[in-house]
């Protein structure tokens, strides 16, 4: 499967950014033409076998804003912009990764890359995630949608997100990739597009999902 995702990889990237380009271009416009600041967000990310890379995303904070607060996003972060809101919940924020893909950095479907400063709290068995190529899109990011809003609610949320999140992320990573196949990551593909368009439709679909479990 490695060969033929990696050739599914580079054609769907190219093709996006082709099919892409005009609606990429009015955001990264409104981005600059909202505070002057850069269009893109650039973070050091871990990849594949523990090399690090250089993940892209427009930008949807305050310029700076890495340094000014935690690396996670909680609730009405008041670092995040007014375009920003607006970007992060379409997922629009992320479609800049679809270079990564081509590059080869990251793939269609895979586990999201966390930062070096997570990955160092990786357990020797959680680091077996690192084995598959990280991706825009995975199973845990479609259960974890909502994540921010999640993360507001807690007392803790960096414990939170330390000590729970991410360990059933990389679980549910692991899991899926014993037994994924192109199909199945064009199934992903097709959620998280209904998802972004639908997200009423797709989290009612998810809380139906949660009701059956």
């Known amino acids: 499967m490695r060969w033929s995702k990696r050739l599914f990889d580079i054609i769907a990237s190219f093709i996006g950014l082709i099919l892409l380009s005009l609606p990429l271009l009015v955001v990264a416009l409104l981005i600059k033409m909202s505070d002057g600041g850069p269009v893109l967000f650039k973070q050091q990310r871990i990849g594949y076998r523990g090399r690090p890379f250089t993940m892209l995303k427009f930008r949807t904070m305050r310029v700076g804003a890495d340094s000014m607060g935690p690396l996670v996003t909680v609730g ?3 670092r995040i912009t007014r375009i920003g809101r607006w970007l992060r919940k379409a997922k629009i ?8 893909v081509l590059r080869g950095e990251m793939s269609l479907v895979g586990p999201r890359p966390e930062v070096p400063k997570y990955v160092a709290m990786y357990s020797a068995e959680q680091r077996q995630v690192l084995n598959l190529v990280p991706g825009i899109t995975d199973p845990a990011s479609l259960k974890y949608r909502n994540e921010s809003e999640l993360l507001a ?9 330390v000590n729970v999140i991410m360990p059933d992320k990389i679980r549910i990573n692991i899991q899926y990739a014993q037994t994924a196949t192109l199909l199945s990551d064009i199934r992903f593909i097709i959620k998280t597009v209904i ?15 949660n009701l059956r479990e």
């Open 76 to 78: 009405e972060d008041p």
């Open 93 to 100: 924020d992320e479609l800049p990764q679809l270079v990564n």
């Open 153 to 161: 609610s807690a007392v803790d949320p960096l414990d939170l997100y």
């Open 195 to 209: 998802a972004a368009v639908f997200p009423n439709v797709s989290d009612a679909c998810r809380r139906a999902n």
